[in-house]
């Protein structure tokens, strides 16, 4: 079921599944449409976590200021587990996603217990930055499904493209006026994204992930941030794209043997 977080002005749709003890917060990546409506997919895409964990995925605010950054993310991000009564949590950020969760552990030490992030990193680069100034510009002037396509080319790997890329840049004629604006909003955050003088805040267990094949996200990049925090990493091959994490079929699995450790 979703539902909805309202606290200091902040309105967060989210859903939770699963009996364990311990939470386990998913932020997903930027996209045009919410999330928490493909509730039933995660939930069975995640349905070993919730044997594990309570487990949370939490949309972007509902809400967002005129002005709003991935720190202003953070910290929204944050008062809505608080309000939920979650501490010591273990979180899974993607690509944007993980820009927010490595925000939070550097903001809010002692509250991440155990980290997960893929295809991101703690600085954006000029491959980002380029991407995002044409999604964004193609979002804001209502053509959505010229950008919705460029994404999906540039984020997922040959053989999904190949198997459902027909589809996915079809979903294109569902995206609306207001959600390319939002789309916008979102991306343009990416672009003055930067961590590095704040990684060394993070001092949580860390599992860095990513893929040789990322046309988005710099490897080398990847490779650098896990570097900067000093802790484990993962790289697929080539044969994967930016969404290794929902392509390689192993990358749940593995994230679960390193939260549960």
């Known amino acids: 079921m979703i539902e909805t977080a309202r606290v200091k002005g902040i309105e967060m749709n989210y859903f939770r599944f699963g009996k364990g003890k311990n939470a386990f917060v998913i932020l997903p990546g930027l ?3 919410p999330v928490t409506p493909f509730e039933e997919a995660l939930k069975e895409g995640f349905r070993e976590f919730g044997e594990r964990f309570t487990v949370y995925l939490f949309d972007r605010r509902s809400n967002l200021p005129d002005e709003y950054s991935i720190d202003d993310m953070a910290r929204d991000t944050v008062e809505v587990m608080k309000s939920l009564g979650l501490e010591n949590v273990c979180i899974f950020g993607a690509s944007l996603g993980g820009m927010v969760a490595q925000t939070i552990a550097a903001e809010y030490p002692g509250f991440v217990k155990k980290m997960v992030i893929c295809s991101t990193l703690s600085e954006s680069c000029e491959s980002i930055s380029n991407a995002m100034e044409i999604w964004t ?6 053509r959505v499904y010229e950008a919705n ?6 984020i997922y790997g040959d053989a999904v493209m190949k198997e459902y890329g027909e589809g996915l840049i079809d979903s294109g004629r569902f995206i609306t006026a207001d959600e390319g604006k939002r789309f916008a909003k979102l991306g343009r955050m990416i672009i003055s994204f930067n961590l590095k003088d704040r990684i060394k805040n993070i001092k949580c267990d860390v599992l860095v992930a990513g893929s040789e094949g990322d046309r988005l996200v710099p490897p080398d990049s990847i490779r650098e941030t896990a570097s900067l925090l000093n802790c484990e990493m993962y790289m697929y091959g080539s044969e994967y794209g930016h969404a290794v994490y929902d392509e390689a079929p192993d990358f749940r699995p593995r994230m679960l043997e390193f939260l549960t450790r």
């Open 31 to 33: 996209s045009f449409k």
């Open 137 to 142: 510009f193609l979002a804001e002037n209502g």
């Open 149 to 154: 396509e460029l994404m999906c080319r540039c």
